[in-house]
């Protein structure tokens, strides 16, 4: 495609339609601009929704009924063991696939954050899990002691203690999810990934790539600014 | 009324009987030590009486309220409201301490009597303080458990089971994890609670502080009450194993 575009240089006509067929550089930042929210966009309710469901998620894999325990297990391993990619086409097409469902409208957005959201979660839920089975009984057993409940037990004495242990292990799947959100160009959903493919086709040029690579970047660092200010704020006991 | 009744328990661990049918009682106020060599069932016992082990026989009562119990080999414990009942009149000091390390001193001491006996936090704000100078750590209200010694941590874990106002406090070996300079202090602090009249349950290695504070002694061998009585009942007893045990503590 390149060396089409090239070949009639030189003729007048040419270099007009190379102009006007020449985005500015403006346009193709405010392109990638809108693109960049729907990326956080998907960033942000990937959160919202896995992080939670991901506690959920830990605790039926630490059920003591076997059926839970196993059937938890086996999502977990189809989550980890197959490509994110794979996973939100089958969120797209399977509905149409499988049941012949009208999948139009709004839910190619609604496939991506159930896929992103569905396939965290099983990576948070083994990061809970890790730091939930690093407490030492001795504090499950003070707090029987002390009266606390179940619930109290879990959310006032373990889980504070665990989202310290975790903070380094939840940061690395944050800044991964960053990146992975570029995934939706699977689905061609126009964030900011797909936008800047489609840029760069169309106007043969290397900079929209360029211009990606500064924004997942400047947003990880913010990212990492931010988890290291939670754990600083998590430094003042040990 | 007893306070606490422990009827023939028994307790195995994998086909190991550590507890093989033991029966006591502690009435209000009466300071009880048990003593024995390692793996004789000491602290498995005193788990079994505040249920943090269940019980493969017998029954163990407070003031009269059955608290857990077997029956034609089923273990039962009282549930809800019975449940928080039951266990209101018991607190226990662990060998490690097991504070809360993301509260700071007054929250660990505070936090149970506010959340979950649900009284008025500026009553027992002035309850954690008076507790804190008596244990000789009113500068260490804001601290937090990293920052103290052995021997204060070990304080401030008693001072938060005594916030619960229990009629009995239960000691797992409170000496065990310090080194004698610490261990004085924390027996100097359990020592002068012998005032508060609360009832004890200490199991430790400590012999002359248990002579000297006890009411009564159980020296514990092989899951039985091998020796029971006054501390010098127990102490003077022409014991063979009593005797083996006291001489190879001195050594």
């Given amino acids: 495609m390149a060396e089409s575009r090239a070949e009639p240089k030189g003729t007048g006509a040419a270099l007009l339609h190379r102009m006007e067929d020449n985005m500015s550089f403006s346009v193709m930042l405010q392109q990638m601009g809108a693109g960049m929210l729907k990326s956080m966009n998907i960033f942000f309710l990937t959160l919202l929704l896995s992080l939670p469901l991901g506690l959920v998620v830990s605790f039926g894999r630490m059920a003591k009924n076997r059926v839970i325990r196993t059937l938890v297990k086996f999502y977990i391993s189809v989550m980890r063991g197959t490509p994110l990619m794979l996973q939100l086409l089958v969120w797209y097409f399977g509905p149409y696939y499988l049941f012949s469902m009208n999948i139009g409208g709004n839910y190619r957005f609604i496939a991506i954050i159930i896929g992103f959201s569905v396939n965290y979660a099983a990576y948070f839920a083994e990061i809970y899990r890790s730091g939930i089975e690093s407490m030492p009984a001795g504090q499950y057993e003070a707090a029987k002691l002390l009266g606390y409940g179940k619930a109290a037990t879990f959310f006032r004495i373990i889980l504070p203690q665990v989202i310290k242990r975790i903070l380094p292990a939840v940061t690395n799947e944050v800044i991964t999810l960053v990146k992975d959100t570029s995934l939706s160009f699977a689905l061609a959903y126009a964030e900011m990934f797909t936008i800047a493919k489609q840029i760069a086709a169309s106007q043969t040029s290397f900079v929209p790539f360029f211009v990606a690579a500064v924004f997942y970047y400047v947003f990880n660092f913010i990212v990492a600014i931010v988890m290291e200010m939670v754990e600083k704020k998590l430094s003042y006991y040990r | ?251």
């Fill in chain 2, 1 to 251: 009324m007893n306070l606490l009744e422990m009827k023939h328990i028994r307790k195995s661990f994998d086909g190991l009987e550590v507890i093989r049918d033991i029966s006591l009682e502690v009435k209000k106020g009466e300071i009880l030590s048990v003593i024995g060599p390692s793996g004789s069932g000491k602290s498995t016992l005193l788990r079994c009486a505040v249920m943090l082990e269940t019980i493969d026989a017998g029954e163990i009562s407070y003031l009269g309220e059955r608290a857990a119990w077997v029956q034609d080999g089923v273990y039962h414990t009282v549930k809800g409201e019975k449940a928080r009942q039951v266990r209101s009149n018991f607190g226990l000091v662990f060998q490690n301490f097991n504070l809360f390390p993301h509260f700071s001193v007054l929250q660990n001491i505070m936090d149970a009597p506010v959340k979950n006996q649900k009284r008025p936090k500026g009553e027992v704000y002035e309850e954690a303080k008076e507790l804190l100078r008596k244990m000789g750590l009113s500068d260490k209200e804001d601290a937090y458990p990293y920052q103290l010694s052995g021997g204060q941590a070990q304080r401030v874990a008693i001072a938060r089971a005594l916030a619960l106002n229990p009629k009995i406090l239960f000691f797992d070996e409170p000496t065990s994890a310090l080194d004698p300079e610490l261990t004085g202090e924390v027996l100097r602090v359990i020592r002068s609670l012998a005032d508060l009249h609360i009832a004890m349950v200490i199991v430790t290695h400590e012999m002359n502080f248990a002579r000297e504070i006890s009411d009564e002694i159980i020296f514990m061998d092989k899951g039985v009450v091998a020796l029971q009585g006054t501390p010098d009942e127990v102490f003077e007893a022409e014991h063979g194993r009593m005797r083996e045990f006291l001489g190879k503590l001195k050594h």
